[in-house]
């Protein structure tokens, strides 16, 4: 039987029906299967429960869903780019499941191999974690995670074959491979479609032992989920007090460091890597070694991780799924991660992830970064908006992980986090007092300056 159908509609004849679980691979609006979710919102069926590493934007990707009202339930790792996605979560009309990003991956990935579930460190003591099975491995303890099934998988690739095989291009791979194989029915996309044989076998990503059925896309806008505009308003929040703190992070780079950097002000110590040090930089959506970075081409504090702007690749760079990416991460194969923080605790705790009411963005892979890399430094601003302190005795809003950071610099000062917590003064940054500090400090401090 022929898997090629002529369009997705006809591709997703006799699938769909009310109340059934999706899964969609793509990374934030990267490597997403238009096509297929247009068809998807055009059927009718509701009552979806979606899962997928994003739900889109407002208007496109897996957004058009939420606007229609045909989605029920979103289990997701980010959603921190669709307004309608969360005023529709607040005001309790869409049920939500957070999950790590590495988690999800992994998740996805055991769902497809007939694994019914695993042990992570990822998100332990945090509030995903709660009414889990936990489990002490070697003196630390971790958390039960079961596989994820689908009924439908929908995908997109680069290149495929008549017979299933797929080839996806660069970051764009990211979640696809892992749903390609967790469902009982796998719909795939592509930009091309040749005959079979017409793929390098060594190529393969995908082979279509997964893949049920397949069409070739048309029209794709393939769009980003915003745009970095150097010299225009998109990037006033460039400040000389931002760049201070991004070369300060930069001092924590070793030589032949493998580094994962964060959202927002940790984003900007990829431009201040001192000349002739080897840093490789790891990315969540599937890429090791981006830069370098010229003057005349700085990167914003945006979102490199969700190909938010256009990064380049080096001699030796390498290109996987979002699965094996964060094997990396929970392996403890990355030397350091830089991160911003919502809140620090004086024993290395930090919540970054959510405010309980007002605001919903997911962990994306921080749960996996702060549990699996060998040092996490925070990077952040010392006080809220209201001029409340930032970093605390104990953290107020959910955490990320328990005790994980060794280092905060922020745009006051930098503090060491002692083994076994404590908070130790080391730097003040130009024009700052101690008096500052301890004004706008909510936990107590050694000085050693």
């Known amino acids: 039987m022929s898997k090629v159908y002529p369009?997705?509609?006809?591709?997703?004849?006799?699938?769909?029906h009310d109340d059934m679980t999706i899964a969609a691979g793509g990374f934030g609006l990267c490597g997403i299967p238009e096509n297929l979710i247009t068809a998807l919102r055009d059927s009718g069926v509701k009552g979806l429960t979606i899962v997928g590493n994003n739900a889109g934007v407002d208007g496109f990707g897996m957004g058009i869903l939420l606007t229609s009202r045909q989605v029920k339930k979103i289990m997701a790792?980010?959603?921190g780019e669709n307004k309608e996605f969360e005023r529709q979560v607040l005001a309790g009309e869409l049920e939500l499941e957070l999950i790590p990003q590495g988690t999800l991956a992994e998740r996805l990935r055991a769902g497809g191999a007939g694994i019914p579930g695993f042990y992570t460190r990822t998100a332990f003591g945090t509030k995903l974690a709660e009414g889990k099975e936990t489990k002490v491995f070697d003196g630390k303890e971790y958390?039960?995670?079961?596989?994820?099934?689908?009924?439908?998988?929908?995908?997109?690739?680069?290149k495929g074959d008549k017979s299933g095989n797929l080839v996806f291009?660069?970051?764009?791979?990211?979640?696809?491979?892992?749903?390609?194989?967790?469902?009982?029915?796998?719909?795939?996309?592509?930009?091309?479609?040749?005959?079979?044989?017409?793929?390098?076998?060594?190529?393969?990503h995908t082979p279509g032992i997964y893949v049920d059925r397949i069409i070739?896309?048309?029209?794709?806008?393939?769009?980003?989920?915003?745009r970095t505009v150097q010299g225009s308003a998109a990037s006033k929040k460039e400040s000389p007090i931002r760049e201070l703190m991004a070369r300060r992070a930069a001092r924590e780079l070793r030589d032949g460091y493998y580094v994962n950097l964060g959202i927002g002000i940790p984003t900007l110590v990829a431009n201040f890597i001192p000349p002739g040090m080897n840093v490789t930089l790891q990315s969540e959506n599937g890429l090791l070694g981006i830069g370098p970075f010229p003057p005349e081409d700085r990167v914003d504090a945006d979102l490199i991780n969700a190909g938010k702007q256009t990064i380049s690749t080096i001699p030796g760079s390498a290109f996987f799924s979002s699965a094996d990416s964060f094997a990396m991460i929970r392996g403890g194969h990355i030397d350091l991660s830089i991160l911003g923080a919502l809140e620090v605790a004086d024993n290395g705790d930090i919540a970054n992830w959510m405010v309980p009411g007002k605001m919903v963005k997911g962990p994306g892979g921080a749960m996996d970064l702060v549990a699996g890399v060998k040092r996490v430094v925070a990077v952040m601003e010392h006080c809220a908006k209201d001029g409340s302190p930032k970093i605390l005795k104990a953290c107020t809003l959910p955490i990320t992980g328990q005790g994980v950071v060794s280092l905060i610099i922020t745009d006051l000062c930098v503090f060491e986090v002692k083994p076994g917590g404590g908070l130790v003064l080391t730097e003040l940054h130009p024009g700052v007092t101690l008096d500052d500090v301890r004004a706008k400090t909510g936990a107590p401090f050694e000085v050693k300056l």
């Not at 764009?172 to 793929?199: H, S, Y």
């Not at 070739?216 to 915003?226: A, D, L, M, P, S």
């Open 77 to 79: 790792s980010y959603v």
């Open 169 to 204: 291009r660069k970051t764009a791979r990211n979640f696809n491979p892992m749903i390609a194989t967790c469902a009982k029915i796998c719909v795939a996309e592509v930009e091309e479609l040749v005959e079979v044989g017409e793929l390098e076998p060594d190529q393969i």
């Open 7 to 16: 369009h997705a509609p006809a591709a997703l004849a006799g699938l769909l």
């Open 143 to 158: 958390v039960l995670e079961p596989g994820i099934k689908a009924e439908v998988a929908l995908v997109k690739a680069w």
């Open 216 to 226: 070739q896309g048309v029209n794709y806008e393939k769009r980003i989920e915003f």
